[in-house]
């Protein structure tokens, strides 16, 4: 098995037996299979497999389909016949489906797959439509494509999927799976990122004007809340207000968190980010989301329940991975900063429990990683310095253990002003007697 199937649990026969008889593949941004992709890509052992990623400057279809043309005939040679001449012919988005399916088709005579990265700056429009129709019609048995997008229930996808003409990958492990379920009318997409300053994408345009501080906070506060009740939100930003002007400010600031979401979908519908019912304010069912701090935290709590390792391990590296900086870490109200202190927290320990994992299986190196990286999270867990001692004390780095306990100390009388526990005095003997 090769390291990226490997670190991505997915494979290419996983992949191919999945996509089996189906001649189009719709990926989501976060799936495993995007990795796999790349990687293989990059290894270049797979003539077969043809990759292009939309830059900035190709917005629309014509411009897209040229830069592409252009690119494949540089690194290939005899590519792009078909559809240079649709182009110039006046580019009808459906003959330009055509000549790109006659072009894949002709490629290679056996398994030829299209993998385009980041599809969403091509806008999906009446013509879009067109040519993905045009090009999924055409394209002959041994000829697949594969898209990178975060629309995939926008049309003409969700047609295809229902026709079982489309394969979705990417919701093996996703709990919130209503985006990859054929809707006949799509909901918005929202991806909010709060590890880190915070922003957030509706449909694949980022939210830069928030028209203030306070929709955005709020905003934040409301992902980050599934059930919240209105005395909760006015005690959390406005303690001092009587419950009237709080009211008033609540609905105005409320209404601006609509209206950033509603101006990135169209101008005629309005997409609230929450729903009122039984006395609680949750999640509005107008658009679909996807938390990175609820999949860490789901992430983390799920590791705590499963009986399998690898599985627990798995978990637990998806939550590492998504931990990518403190929560909001330049926003200072005392809910973010009690949620960043929980989820540092949490952190620490999918490092430590993946620290542990290693340990057991005797992986003493990457052990040793995870512990350390665990004690700049929460440098007050003495036990964790105990097994970073350790480590180093059968590794016969007798200098480093005691280097360790030595700076235990001066933490703990710094912070708590306390001196190490009788467990750690008993290891430094052993550590002393090494040296």
């Known amino acids: 098995m090769k390291i990226y199937e490997t670190v991505t649990r997915v494979t290419l026969e996983m992949f191919r037996e999945r996509s089996a008889g189906k001649k189009v593949i719709l990926l989501y941004p976060w799936t495993n299979y995007r990795t796999l992709f790349l990687a293989h890509f990059m290894a270049g052992d797979s ?150 300053r915070g922003y957030a994408i509706v449909n694949g345009q980022h939210i830069t004007n928030w028209d203030g501080a306070l929709p955005r906070n709020l905003f934040f506060y409301f992902m980050d809340r599934n059930l919240v009740t209105r005395k909760e939100i006015f005690k959390t930003f406005w303690p001092d207000l009587p419950v009237k002007e709080a009211t008033n400010v609540y609905h105005v600031t409320k209404r601006k968190i609509t209206e950033r979401i509603s101006m990135k979908v169209d101008l005629e519908n309005s997409y609230e980010l929450t729903q009122y019912s039984g006395g609680f304010y949750m999640p509005s069912d107008k658009v679909v989301r996807h938390y990175d701090v609820g999949d860490f935290q789901a992430a983390v709590e799920r590791s705590i329940v499963v009986n399998d390792e690898r599985e627990e391990e798995r978990l637990l590296t998806s939550a590492v991975e998504l931990y990518k900086a403190p929560f909001l870490q330049d926003s200072e109200m005392p809910w973010m900063r009690e949620r960043r202190e929980a989820l540092r927290q949490m952190h620490a320990q999918a490092l430590i429990g993946l620290g542990r994992l290693n340990k057991r299986r005797g992986d003493d190196e990457r052990a040793l990683g995870f512990f350390l990286r665990a004690i700049k999270e929460t440098p007050e867990r003495e036990d964790i310095h105990r097994e970073v001692m350790s480590i180093y004390l059968r590794q016969g780095r007798a200098l480093d253990a005691r280097a360790q306990y030595e700076h235990l100390t001066q933490m703990l009388k710094k912070q708590l002003n306390i001196g190490p526990s009788r467990e750690s005095r008993e290891l430094l003997k052993l550590i002393e007697a090494a040296i």
């Open 47 to 196: 003539p077969g497999l043809l990759y292009y990623r939309i830059s900035d400057g190709q917005s629309t279809l014509s411009t897209w389909l040229t830069a592409m043309a252009e690119e494949f005939e540089q690194v290939l040679g005899k590519f792009g016949k078909n559809i240079r001449s649709a182009l110039k012919k006046g580019g009808d988005a459906e003959k330009l489906g055509e000549a790109l399916a006659a072009d894949l088709g002709a490629h290679r005579r056996e398994g030829v797959i299209l993998y385009v990265d980041e599809l969403d700056r091509v806008p999906f429009d009446a013509d879009f439509q067109r040519f993905a129709r045009a090009l999924v019609g055409s394209l002959p048995d041994h000829a697949q494509v594969a898209f990178n997008s975060r629309l995939l229930t926008y049309q003409p996808w969700y047609d295809m999927v229902a026709r079982g003409e489309a394969l979705v990958l990417g919701t093996e492990y996703r709990k919130d799976d209503v985006m990859f379920t054929v809707q006949e009318n799509p909901r918005p997409q929202l991806e909010v990122y709060a590890f880190g």
